[in-house]
């Protein structure tokens, strides 16, 4: 698992790649009530907001480490974003993907939370 | 013959029709309204009014169900509804209506001629032969439900005719005549509120307003609801947001929905009732359209483009009269609201997000989702939210979406700031009571202040 700035999580899967929320923004935001996802065969852009969540605080953008296709989008998390945690399971979608910003490594990340 | 003279003659009692009447009354001109049938229109009968009803009807019987957990306790295994007696209601309601209707127009010095009316020449006649003439002729005939297109062979298997009114005259179980398509076995809006029972499964084809809140009455009173649309998603030209919130509460109310739908290849086991809400038409008078005459108005659904919807069919009856009697006010027509009942309500007024992209505004929009208003969870609504749109430039506010209980009253007050481009922190600096809805209004303008 790698990390975006934006506390995005991507994971290489076969030829596709998993993207999520890190545990860190979930437990910021005090829990997330609800997804907006993009749909399927929808394009993504590195940089830009591919959805948002929302939280009893805000709705927050979810900025995209990566640009491509939509492959997959994980609708248990869309049917029950309360459960959603930072690990595999609650990757949010698959992505087909054509260019992929520079990522943190775990260690890397965490110590960028640090310095927050 | 002689022929009864009016300043103002108006043809359909509907929406339109009544309220050019009640105009044309505050400027003292002598007016004769023709009806048909019954005065209020679809709207009144087959259309507002009657679903409304059996929204409330639905959330009723949703409320029961749910009402243990406030501490109300009762027998459970007495709860059932009896249609006919929902439907008894309903009438009793919409003829209330239709009557004081009646008794406001006529005591407002306005001829009622129950009739169909037709125009020859300048000259409006009854099917009985009278005559009237007028100086001015509003067309308000409203419209009707458009019948099936020719591109679709829906086959029914079996057409459940019990339950239908019309079915029997209907030619054939699988029909394409370009000329009046009717499929056995599909119903219109008209017929299936004219049902005294609930269907055990209704089948809807069509995902537009009417088909919405339709599926959603009926799944909560108890049918298995199923939707067919054409398209990707229901609700075509409504906020992405709008979209996404009204398909989660149908998939919650048990409506399954079929999107990208081939109409020519569907087939319909035949063991349930088919609704098409697939779209309507505009009716005119016999005769309109002869001679092009200046003095004839069309107002309403009578419209070729008409938005279907009675508040403006109403605006637009209004605003035909004033227009002829040219007062000095301007009559610029306002944004306009229309909403949606399910479980909540929907309302929309102005431009979405997208639609001001599209004509090239820089738009900025933003959510804010009610998760910590008292009334939404003192009532368990869930998800509410109000989106507000701007012009990052003009820093004016330009469309409004609402997802929450009592969207429909709270919009009003976001087409006054549109229509009179109240400045926004002006709107947002309102006093709104508390605890309610509309508090979030200022909560709302505060988030989109931020990002403007
Ligand atoms: C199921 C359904 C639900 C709806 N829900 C809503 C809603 O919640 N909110 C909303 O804003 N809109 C709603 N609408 C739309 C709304 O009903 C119409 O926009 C509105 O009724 C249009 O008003 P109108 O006066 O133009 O026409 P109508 O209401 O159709 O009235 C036309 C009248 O003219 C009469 N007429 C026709 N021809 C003649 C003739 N030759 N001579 C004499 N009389 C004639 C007819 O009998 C009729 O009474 C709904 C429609 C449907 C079908």
């Given at each position: 698992?790698?990390?975006?700035?934006?506390?995005?999580?991507?994971?290489?899967?076969?030829?596709?790649?998993?993207?999520?929320?890190?545990?860190?923004?979930?437990?910021?935001?005090?829990?997330?009530?609800?997804?907006?996802?993009?749909?399927?065969?929808?394009?993504?852009?590195?940089?830009e907001a591919?959805?948002?969540?929302?939280?009893?605080?805000?709705?927050?953008?979810?900025?995209?480490?990566?640009?491509?296709?939509?492959?997959?989008?994980?609708?248990?998390?869309?049917?029950?974003?309360?459960?959603?945690?930072?690990?595999?399971?609650?990757?949010?979608?698959?992505?087909?993907?054509?260019?992929?910003?520079?990522?943190?490594?775990?260690?890397?990340?965490?110590?960028?939370?640090?310095?927050l | 013959m002689d022929r009864k003279k009016y300043d103002l003659a108006i043809i359909g009692g509907g929406p339109a029709g009544y309220s050019a009447a009640f105009e044309a009354a505050k400027y003292n001109m002598s007016c004769v309204l023709f009806e048909k049938d019954k005065l209020g229109g679809t709207c009144l009968h087959r259309g507002c009014v009657p679903t409304k009803y059996l929204n409330k009807v639905a959330g009723m019987y949703k409320e029961v169900q749910t009402c243990e957990s406030y501490g109300i306790k009762i027998n459970r295994d007495d709860t059932n509804i009896d249609f006919v007696e929902t439907k008894k209601r309903e009438a009793e309601i919409v003829d209330k209506l239709a009557h004081d209707?009646?008794?406001?127009?006529?005591?407002?010095?306005?001829?009622?001629?129950?009739a169909e009316a037709y125009i020859e020449k300048d000259v409006i006649k009854t099917v009985?032969?009278?005559?009237?003439?007028?100086?001015?002729?509003?067309?308000?005939?409203?419209?009707?439900?458009?019948?099936?297109?020719?591109?679709?062979?829906?086959?029914?298997?079996?057409?459940?005719?019990?339950?239908?009114?019309?079915?029997?005259?209907?030619?054939?179980?699988?029909?394409t005549n370009s000329e009046n398509i009717s499929v056995a076995g599909v119903i219109n809006t008209n017929q299936l509120l004219e049902m005294r029972e609930i269907p055990e499964k209704l089948t809807i084809l069509g995902g537009g307003v009417t088909a919405v809140e339709f599926a959603y009455i009926y799944a909560t009173l108890g049918s298995k609801v199923t939707i067919f649309i054409r398209g990707k998603a229901l609700l075509r030209n409504w906020d992405k947001d709008i979209v996404t919130a009204v398909t989660q509460s149908l998939k919650k109310a048990?409506?399954?929905?079929?999107?990208?739908?081939?109409?020519?290849?569907?087939?319909?086991?035949?063991?349930?009732?088919?609704?098409?809400?697939?779209?309507?038409?505009?009716v005119l008078p016999k005769g309109y359209g002869e001679n092009a005459d200046d003095k004839i108005v069309v107002v309403g659904d009578a419209r070729k483009d008409s938005t279907m919807l009675a508040h403006v069919a109403m605006a637009e009856g209004r605003a035909?009269?004033?227009?002829?009697?040219?007062?000095?006010?301007?009559?610029?027509?306002?944004?306009?609201?229309?909403?949606?009942?399910?479980?909540?309500?929907?309302?929309?007024?102005?431009?979405?997000?997208?639609?001001?992209?599209?004509?090239?505004?820089?738009a900025?929009?933003?959510?804010?989702?009610?998760?910590?208003?008292?009334?939404?969870?003192?009532?368990?609504?869930?998800?509410?939210?109000?989106?507000?749109?701007a012009d990052k430039n003009t820093k004016k506010l330009i469309g409004a979406q609402l997802?929450?209980?009592?969207?429909?009253?709270?919009?009003?007050?976001?087409?006054?700031?549109?229509?009179?481009?109240?400045?926004?922190?002006?709107?947002a600096a309102v006093i709104r009571p508390h605890p309610s809805y509309c508090e979030d209004i200022t909560a709302a303008f505060d988030m989109l202040l931020e990002k403007l």
């Open positions: 698992m790698r990390f975006s700035k934006k506390h995005i999580w991507v994971k290489e899967d076969g030829d596709v790649v998993m993207i999520g929320l890190s545990e860190y923004a979930i437990s910021e935001l005090g829990g997330v009530m609800f997804v907006n996802l993009p749909d399927e065969d929808d394009e993504i852009r590195l940089g591919f959805g948002d969540v929302e939280s009893v605080k805000t709705v927050s953008d979810l900025i995209s480490p990566v640009s491509g296709k939509v492959i997959e989008v994980n609708e248990e998390v869309v049917d029950s974003p309360e459960e959603m945690a930072g690990d595999v399971d609650s990757w949010m979608l698959k992505v087909k993907v054509s260019d992929q910003e520079d990522l943190m490594t775990e260690e890397e990340y965490t110590a960028y939370l640090q310095s | 209707l009646e008794k406001n127009l006529l005591a407002h010095s306005i001829d009622i001629v129950y009985s032969g009278d005559e009237y003439e007028a100086s001015k002729i509003i067309i308000a005939t409203g419209g009707e439900p458009a019948d099936i297109s020719s591109d679709m062979e829906i086959n029914v298997a079996d057409a459940p005719g019990k339950m239908m009114t019309d079915v029997a005259d209907a030619p054939a179980k699988m029909m048990g409506v399954v929905i079929n999107t990208k739908t081939d109409f020519s290849k569907l087939s319909i086991a035949g063991d349930e009732v088919v609704l098409s809400a697939l779209g309507r038409k505009p035909a009269v004033r227009e002829m009697v040219a007062t000095s006010c301007s009559d610029k027509m306002g944004c306009y609201t229309s909403c949606i009942f399910v479980d909540k309500e929907v309302a929309s007024v102005g431009l979405t997000e997208a639609e001001a992209i599209e004509v090239g505004i820089e900025i929009s933003c959510r804010y989702v009610m998760y910590s208003n008292a009334r939404v969870l003192i009532s368990d609504d869930g998800r509410s939210f109000i989106k507000l749109v997802y929450c209980d009592r969207a429909g009253d709270m919009v009003a007050e976001l087409a006054t700031v549109i229509d009179n481009e109240i400045d926004i922190a002006k709107a």
